[in-house]
């Protein structure tokens, strides 16, 4: 079975900090990782993904993520957070090949960015 | 293109009536995804097709919850009757898997 663990409820960092929310996953095989944001009142919206390949992938609003196959995690970060980047982020993994095509998807963190 | 489509995006309905909830995906996704999410239990899947097939229903909460797929471009889950513990937001994705999801902007439900 493949799961995903959000360690963190909530992360807290002030606007142009770097920031950091953790993931990390449990999958058999090679994993496809992906993160979502979740504005309020607002569906989940895609960010990036990891595939194959390099292991820092970049995504939409200067994120960025590092695939890290030994340590089973996929970590979300940005190097200098906006209070507009305050949202909820989903984290979720599918195996790369076989089984089932239905993603798990972790509680969310929520991101608080301080002015 | 438009994005997956939900309507209604709000609705509230006594405690029995029938609710009807569509939902229009990403023309050329051949999947589609209904999940319901709350503060107390998260993100839940509900039900997957695939091809318009239902693939995985296992997250369906009981027999009161139905969804359909009867097109490419069209889905509906329907809850009959419904209780104030269905009261939730619903999202419908949709994937050209096995790639990421598109999701709409949900449909809020309130039971009373």
């Known amino acids: 079975a493949q799961s995903v663990a959000q360690p963190e409820d909530q992360v807290n960092v002030a606007e142009g900090n770097p920031l950091t929310v953790k993931c990390t996953y449990s999958?058999?095989?090679?994993?496809?990782l992906f993160w979502y944001v979740q504005y309020p009142n607002r569906g989940l919206q895609f960010l990036l993904k990891y595939i194959t390949g390099d292991n820092l992938v970049k995504g939409s609003y200067g994120f960025e993520a590092e695939f890290n196959k030994s340590q089973t995690s996929f970590h979300l970060k940005k190097p200098s957070a906006l209070v507009s980047d305050s949202a909820l982020y989903f984290c979720?993994?599918?195996?790369?090949?076989?089984?089932?095509?239905?993603?798990?998807f972790g509680r969310g963190t929520s991101l608080i960015v301080h002015p | 293109d438009a994005g997956v489509i939900q309507s209604p995006r709000h609705e509230v309905t006594e405690m029995g009536q029938e609710v009807t909830l569509r939902c229009k995906p990403i023309?050329?996704?051949?999947?589609l995804f209904w999940y319901r999410q709350t503060m107390m239990r998260g993100l839940e899947l509900l039900i997957y097709?695939?091809?318009?097939?239902?693939?995985?229903d296992s997250g369906m909460p009981e027999d009161r919850f139905s969804a359909k797929m009867p097109n490419a471009s069209f889905s509906t889950l329907k809850i009959q009757p419904s209780e104030p513990r269905d009261s939730a937001v619903y999202f419908c994705?949709?994937?050209?898997?096995?790639?990421?999801?598109?999701f709409g902007p949900g449909t809020r439900l309130t039971v009373t």
């Open positions: 999958v058999s095989g090679n994993p496809y």
């Open positions: 979720a993994v599918r195996g790369a090949s076989g089984g089932s095509y239905i993603p798990t």
């Open positions: 097709f695939n091809n318009n097939v239902p693939i995985d």
């Open positions: 994705a949709s994937s050209s898997l096995p790639y990421e999801q598109y």
């Open positions: 023309s050329g996704h051949n999947s």
